[in-house]
T-cell receptor
Framework: ETGVTQSPTHLIKTRGQQVTLRCSSQ?????VSWYQQALGQGPQFIFQ???????GRGNFPPRFSGLQFPNYSSELNVNALELDDSALYLC????????????FGSGTRLTVV | AQSVTQLDSHVSVSEGTPVLLRCNYS??????LFWYVQHPNKGLQLLLK??????LVKGINGFEAEFKKSETSFHLTKPSAHMSDAAEYFC???????????FGAGTRLFVKA
């Protein structure tokens, strides 16, 4: 049973650029959620995808967007990067709903300069 | 509306002594409750979960938590701390069948030799 894998592990971007982060969900999981974790804070829910549709979104602007593919892998795209977007981005997968807990990846550390 | 409050930002214990990490929650619906652990520069690992079955939940690495509806609490305990328990711990609430999982701000556990 494979876990959740994220790529890249680290990334440095310039303010105003666009970035794409990738996530492969755990085998057998069909739901993927993305979280932003700023330094010293708890993870904040960005959005969730189930069967290739966004079915929940947190308090993040539209420049944060995502995709889920037929194999349940997912991408997080952030446009017009701002300095405050610097954070650890975590991907988590679950079966249908997160009632029974998530499996998290190790995250992508994004630094915006 | 849901919320999670972790009552201590830092807890320091000596190795071999008990651990208590406190969590209070607020949820409009029957929630699922979780504790996750995050070691430095790592993703989050599920410690244990409560999903309306037994109120005393046993998790990995000797941790357990008790769901107390009357007190809206879900405190995490361990009888004897180990050096390897030093990490950040997050209390998490998810509405039954829903998304928008809410994380507490985290409690940093320090274990002294």
């Amino acid at each position: 049973e494979t876990g959740v894998t994220q790529s890249p592990t680290h990334l440095i971007k310039t303010r105003g650029q666009q970035v794409t982060l990738r996530c492969s969900s755990q085998s057998g999981h069909n739901t993927v959620s993305w979280y932003q974790q700023a330094l010293g804070q708890g993870p904040q829910f960005i959005f969730q995808y189930y069967r290739e549709e966004e079915n929940g979104r947190g308090n993040f602007p539209p420049r944060f967007s995502g995709l889920q593919f037929p194999n349940y892998s997912s991408e997080l795209n952030v446009n017009a990067l701002e300095l405050d977007d610097s954070a650890l981005y975590l991907c988590a997968s679950s079966w249908t709903t997160p009632d029974y807990g998530y499996t998290f990846g190790s995250g992508t550390r994004l630094t915006v300069v | 509306a849901q919320s999670v409050t972790q009552l201590d930002s830092h807890v320091s214990v000596s190795e071999g002594t008990p651990v208590l990490l406190r969590c209070n929650y607020s949820s409009s619906y029957s929630p699922s409750l979780f504790w996750y652990v995050q070691h430095p520069n790592k993703g989050l690992q599920l410690l244990l979960k409560y999903t309306s079955a037994a109120t005393l939940v046993k998790g990995i690495n000797g941790f357990e938590a008790e769901f107390k509806k009357s007190e809206t609490s879900f405190h995490l305990t361990k009888p004897s701390a180990h050096m390897s328990d030093a990490a950040e711990y997050f209390c998490v609430v998810t509405p039954a069948g829903g998304f928008k999982t809410i994380f507490g701000a985290g409690t940093r556990l320090f274990v002294k030799a």
